[in-house]
């Protein structure tokens, strides 16, 4: 399948196998209602419940997304290469520590407001790199880690705001967080 709009998952679906959809360009995901194994929001194809993002559409033309409060780890590459993508918005609460895997939003070009949340524990490798367009982010007092070049190459990012007990130096070459750090 070169392109598809959309895919519904039938209500007697309780399985996807691992890369079904590896190359398909999809636009986004529906769930059948009355499907117990798997939910959709914004096109994206979550397990039931929103606990974990299984496939975000390589062909989606969204320019935003909201993550649900109930997910605990966004994955990594899940959202590398999101060329549309402008802004992610976490939704407010969530009683679990979130983590952001190395290269969930890798090649995110257009990516520029992201407010992570405060129950965000850790930033892998790469999870921003090459998101060129993210100018400004605030490190939440809850982060515990940031992995190796999480902000490489976001040349128009200057304003970093760190809330947590990290020590974030300016063109620190490991984090590459930004040349305007604060801590």
Do not use: W
């Amino acid at each position: 399948c070169s392109s598809l709009s959309s895919i519904t998952i039938p209500v007697n679906v309780t399985a996807i196998g691992d890369d079904c959809f590896y190359g398909a360009s999809i636009g986004e995901f529906r769930v059948a209602a009355g499907n117990t194994a798997f939910a959709a929001r914004d096109g994206v194809l979550y397990k039931a419940g929103f606990t974990e993002i299984l496939i975000y559409p390589s062909a989606s033309t969204a320019e935003s997304i909201t993550i649900p409060k109930e997910l605990t780890s966004i994955k990594a590459d899940i959202f590398t290469g999101a060329t549309a993508l402008k802004s992610i918005i976490f939704e407010a609460g969530g009683a679990q520590p979130l983590t952001i895997e190395a290269y969930a939003f890798q090649n995110c070009y257009q990516l520029h407001t992201v407010v992570l949340p405060e129950r965000l524990s850790t930033i892998g490798g790469s999870a921003f790199e090459n998101c060129f367009s993210l100018i400004s982010i605030t490190i939440p007092s809850t982060v515990t880690s940031i992995g190796d070049y999480a902000f490489s190459a976001c040349h128009k990012l200057i304003e970093v705001y760190n809330k947590s007990d990290l020590s974030i130096a300016k063109n620190d070459l490991n984090g590459m967080v930004g040349k305007n750090a604060l801590n």
